[in-house]
């Protein structure tokens, strides 16, 4: 159970690695000619889209690929010895306690009906045989480090009784137990909240330099793996195309794929009009669909026939940089310094009328205090409290917050899945706050739309693509007969840019951005005034997001439509938004034109929310604020200010004002508001947080 002897080489080395899996048709190739190296106390960034390989790696480093995934070809060597020649009692060893693993979704590590504290000191006494006094010892210990509130409690709750930022916590500190040399992070943030994501992030580089851990970190999001990594290793369709230090790979690209996924991000100087985003053409190919020669060839902007497409292409060194290589046979003829090609400018849509109002709308919910048998006292949970605002057509209104801020609620409450507990709702000066969907008439239900976050929970599986249109043009009432709703069907096609062949598939047949395109489809088939985006790209992957958020833009520009974008993601906000409003628990904490949310003087949690968001530039600085504690229950809020448990800027407001009384709106500027007990002269102390280097 002793640890491998101390050993000065790379901590992690695999070299050649291809890892196939095996059904009973075909062998399909899931990882090939994968290098990479990672030496003691580094970071090294893993990044690609869904299906690249990244995490078939980690398992590969586990060893761990089930009973269909072998490797095929090359080696994997932990401290200098190979994995795969280690017998199951060795690696059972070196697993927990050398090598640890974080997974995207922490209770998926935790067994619930054992105490945490149970739970952590198992991993010493199982790997390194010590007594149950020191595990405590330990586990107390290492709970501290992970900067929980309240260690002891901690370790004797339950994992239901903790949110899933601190969940997340205690699965680190597990892995941490046993002080591994090497620790594999997979998309360890994806199911955490912003602000919990950076502390979370904060947390896994302070610990790694603390114990001398080193990370392999898994992620398709470029800002988390400029701020945790030291190099990183981008990877497409099963290969590593560019791999170097941050620096060189950030500032210095010389990969085709590199530079078309830098482009279809939104980074802070891109805008909707002037400099949209470029999306990349054409979809991320299949593990048997892969072409000849060079995988990134039928999307790539320097594709040359003959020559890309003839032969498998080797990784090669960046000429002038040591480790800093590329899967390319053009780099050295690409001119990687000429301008940035944007997408064409547009026209800025002209703001009509005020389609939607929304006046002091409340939502209240009443759940039992004992919500497994229904007794006790009934609780009151105000998930919307006094909501007011008013929408434009042709506006995009994002709406921001995290989750349990009540965005999702306001959305049902529009949509008239729910009924609002006070206050009103006006479509063109009608009420509709009291009128469920079943009693709406058509004209409201078609002029009330919503895109949903997960395009694969939205389309019927058994039906195809053209029919579950149709079915939304005859819900609507659109077209005189079936002739006349197929060819508006195919029009809608036309409109969200897919194939009109693709009436006749089947959605199993569609990637996830086809299938959130038929779900926009399927939206405006009756016309709609305004439509509720709820996270419509965060399941997408990040080449696939521009695509279509640009579709939602234009769509939006031919039909005037109002949108509603709901998200947690303020680079797309800032990006896509003509006003935003910011919610938390319940409230609306500050409301503005963007330009006024994204500039000081800000509302403290809006402060903290742009401090988190993590943006792949190097040239951006950003002021760091993490916030201390979880966001609070909506059962449960904090007296007074609901933001005040985790507020940086509350000693400023004398006599515990923010602990006793809800804040006040203030008007700051023309239609800016906060929410806020700040005195003028504090708000104007205020910094911008996000600050561009060349500034």
């Known amino acids: 159970m002793s640890k491998l002897a101390d050993y000065d080489g790379p901590i992690l080395e695999i070299d050649k690695l291809s890892i196939s899996f095996f059904t009973r048709l075909r062998e399909i190739p899931a990882v090939m000619d994968f290098s990479v190296r990672v030496q003691p106390g580094e970071a090294v960034g893993l990044v690609g889209e869904s299906g690249c390989g990244k995490s078939t790696v980690a398992l590969g480093v586990m060893q761990d690929l089930g009973k269909n995934g072998k490797i095929v070809g090359g080696t994997i060597k932990f401290k200098g010895r190979d994995l795969s020649e280690m017998s199951a009692d060795e690696l059972r060893d070196i697993r927990g306690n050398e090598i640890a693993m974080i997974y995207q979704e922490p209770m998926a590590s935790l067994n619930p009906a054992m105490k945490i504290g149970k739970q952590l000191m198992e991993v010493p006494m199982i790997h390194e045989g010590i007594g149950e006094k020191e595990a405590r010892d330990r586990a107390l210990e290492v709970v501290t480090?992970?900067?929980?509130?309240?260690?002891?409690?901690?370790?004797?709750?339950?994992?239901?009784?903790?949110?899933?930022?601190?969940?997340?916590?205690?699965?680190?500190?597990?892995?941490?137990?046993?002080k591994p040399a090497l620790l594999i992070l997979d998309e360890p943030t994806t199911a955490l909240d912003v602000t919990v994501e950076a502390a979370v992030v904060e947390l896994v580089k302070d610990l790694g330099k603390k114990y001398g851990t080193s990370m392999l970190f898994i992620s398709h999001n470029l800002g988390l793996v400029l701020e945790t990594c030291d190099r990183l290793c981008v990877m497409y369709s099963g290969e590593a195309v560019e791999r170097g230090s941050i620096e060189d790979v950030f500032d210095n690209m010389q990969h085709p794929y590199t530079q078309a996924l830098f482009r279809s991000i939104p980074l802070p100087g891109a805008d909707k009009n002037a400099r949209p985003l470029v999306a990349i053409p054409g979809n991320f190919p299949l593990p048997h669909e892969r072409p000849p020669g060079c995988n990134f060839g039928p999307r790539c902007d320097y594709f040359e026939e003959g020559r890309c497409d003839a032969q498998d292409i080797p990784m090669v060194n960046v000429k002038g940089f040591e480790r800093h290589s590329t899967r390319c046979l053009k780099s050295e003829e690409i001119d990687w310094n000429a301008p940035i090609t944007m997408g064409e400018q547009k026209e800025k849509a002209e703001v009509g009328k005020v389609v939607l109002k929304m006046d002091n709308l409340k939502k209240y919910y009443e759940v039992a205090a004992n919500a497994l048998f229904g007794g006790g006292d009934k609780k009151v949970v105000k998930a919307n409290?006094?909501?007011?605002?008013?929408?434009?057509?042709?506006?995009?209104?994002?709406?921001?917050?995290?989750?349990?801020?009540?965005?999702?609620?306001?959305?049902?409450?529009?949509?008239?899945?729910?009924?609002?507990?006070?206050?009103?709702?006006?479509?063109?000066g009608n009420n509709i706050e009291q009128t469920p969907i079943q009693k709406r008439d058509t004209k409201t239900v078609a002029d009330v739309q919503m895109v949903f976050q997960n395009p694969f929970d939205t389309l019927n599986p058994s039906m195809t693509v053209g029919r579950q249109i149709m079915r939304a043009l005859e819900i609507f009432g659109v077209g005189e007969s079936e002739a006349d709703r197929r060819k508006r069907m195919l029009e809608l096609l036309d409109l969200v840019k897919l194939p009109r062949a693709f009436a006749d598939r089947m959605p199993r047949q569609l990637s996830g951005g086809q299938k959130q395109r038929v779900g926009i489809a399927r939206a405006f088939a009756g016309g709609a005034r305004i439509v509720v985006a709820d996270e419509p790209v965060s399941a997408l992957d990040v080449s696939v997001q521009a695509a279509v958020t640009d579709l939602l833009m234009e769509i939006q520009r031919e039909e005037k439509t109002t949108l509603l974008f709901i998200s947690h993601d303020l680079s797309i906000v800032r990006y896509l938004s003509d006003r935003v409003m910011v919610m938390y628990l319940g409230h609306v904490v500050e409301m503005g034109s963007t330009d006024q949310v994204f500039a000081p003087p800000y509302h403290p949690y809006t402060e903290a929310l742009l401090s988190a968001v993590p943006i792949a530039d190097t040239s951006v600085e950003k002021e760091h604020i993490v916030l201390e504690g979880d966001i609070p229950s909506a059962m449960n809020p904090p007296p007074g200010c609901p933001f005040q448990t985790r507020c940086r800027w509350k000693s400023e407001v004398p006599g515990g004002l923010c602990e006793q009384e809800v804040p006040p709106v203030r008007q700051l500027a023309e239609g800016h508001q906060v929410k806020c007990h700040l005195a003028d002269d504090i708000l104007a102390r205020m910094t911008p947080v996000i600050k561009i280097a060349a500034e």
Request: net charge negative; with cysteine.
């Open 385 to 428: 409290e006094t909501l007011s605002f008013e929408a434009r057509e042709s506006e995009t209104l994002a709406i921001v917050g995290e989750s349990g801020c009540g965005k999702s609620t306001f959305a049902k409450v529009l949509m008239g899945l729910e009924t609002a507990t006070d206050g009103q709702i006006l479509l063109d």
């Open 145 to 178: 480090d992970v900067r929980l509130p309240d260690p002891e409690r901690m370790l004797n709750s339950f994992p239901h009784q903790l949110s899933g930022g601190q969940q997340q916590r205690i699965v680190i500190a597990m892995a941490l137990m046993s």
